[in-house]
Nanobody
Framework: QVQLQESGPGLVKSSQTLSLTCSVS??????????WSWFRQPPGKGLEWIGA???????YYGPSLKSRTSISRDTTKNQFTLQLSSVTPEDTAVYYC???????????????WGQGTRVTVSS
């Protein structure tokens, strides 16, 4: 069974870099034809696609956060990571990692989703 689990700090100070890790079990992140994506959902708002890394290692970023986003992977640990720099309280959200055949999954009913991790950015 494929499972994804996000991990990282629940509280980050403004101007710092947020680092999150998605641990994957049940499938290799370098196998098949998958996209491994990061989403976030601020309180009271909709889902926002942050970016993705494909099973072949190609990296894609959403336009709004591209300048502050870095996605990478550790194939030995079967993990992929998100770094979001220069955070502000507006970056407070639940962050999800996702596996899907689509570059940008259309919602939580598409693909495999982690349970999400809550991140609060303090001012």
């Amino acid at each position: 069974q494929v499972q994804l689990q996000e991990s990282g700090p629940g509280l980050v100070k403004s101007s710092q870099t947020l680092s999150l890790t998605c641990s994957v079990s049940g499938v290799s992140i370098i196998s098949n034809y998958d996209y491994w994506s990061w989403f976030r959902q601020p309180p009271g708002k909709g889902l926002e696609w942050i970016g993705a890394i494909s099973s072949s290692g190609d990296i894609y970023y959403g336009p709004s956060l591209k300048s502050r986003t870095s996605i990478s992977r550790d194939t030995t640990k079967n993990q992929f990571t998100l770094q979001l720099s220069s955070v502000t309280p507006e970056d407070t959200a639940v962050y999800y990692c996702v596996r899907d055949l689509n570059l940008v999954p259309q919602g939580k009913n598409s693909g495999s989703w982690g349970q999400g991790t809550r991140v609060t950015v303090s001012s």
